[in-house]
């Protein structure tokens, strides 16, 4: 029981004040603070709000210009080897060899990674195939992969290292319904003992499999809790309305509306208040949609 709790503690990622402003004069990471424990996180933003910034800078590639991050006692900013052998990262975008087999490739990244004896090299690549699903794929040339195989394979390359803080980039763009389905059960059965990070624009990747998240917005935190304490706190006080399209502008300077969007043609708007704003909206439960947008909306 000592031992678990211990080994619970130690898996704790802290950012604090952590900014960054590149050479162009972005700045991207305007002092960030998140405490971040096992499981699952979800970092969610819109495009440019600083989350590969953050993702680089946690997974060692990137510098930051103030702020410390540590991560289960190590330093990161300080001792990258040291994070090096306990993180598994899969970026955004990453070149495969189109013209080498999955079981080759893995094959090569363990020998660089100094797994050095061939049968404990072959167990492990066999037992990663077996857990990413793509067993019955490893003769096939990593250029045939479907996106959601090569996304399954760069977790395959990311755990061969057995990370306890692994960082995953916007994986589930361009995936079809079935792919994400299989990738984010891949990702719950990880999170188990292991810091796993979500970065994403996608609510619903959020709301799926997230414990614990962060909303940031150009270069700072917005919120962090458990995702269904920040629904709650909306309840009661999320309105919807479906109206017509010229009338847009008028609702936006009457009202708090957080979000747009259309059903059938016709714009249903959401709005925040308070108290009942009459009108005709109509009270809804609240979404994580209307969580993000609301902040997004305020900031
Ligand atoms: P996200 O991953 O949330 O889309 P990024 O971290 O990629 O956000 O980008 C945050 C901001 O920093 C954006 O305004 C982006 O244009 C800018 N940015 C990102 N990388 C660089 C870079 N290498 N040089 C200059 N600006 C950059």
Redesign the pocket.
Known sequence: MFVSNKYRSMNKLVISNLSKT???G????NSISLNISEGMFGLL????????????TIATLQEADEGSISFAGIDVLKDKDSVRKVLGYLP?EFGLYPKITAETLLNHLAVLKGITNKTERSELIKALLHKTNLYGDRKKNLGTYSGGMKQRFGIAQALLSDPRLLIV??PTAGLDPNERNRFHNLLCELSENTVVIL?T?IVDDVKELCADMAI?NK?SVLLQGEPKKLIDELGGKIYKKSIERNEIEDYRANFEVISDRLLLGKPVIHIYAEIPPGNEFELVSAELEDVYFSKIHSS
């Open positions: 590149y050479s162009n972005v700045k991207a990471l933003g819109p495009n440019g709000a600083g989350k590969s910034t953050l993702m680089r955004q980039d916007e970065s624009h940031i270069g």
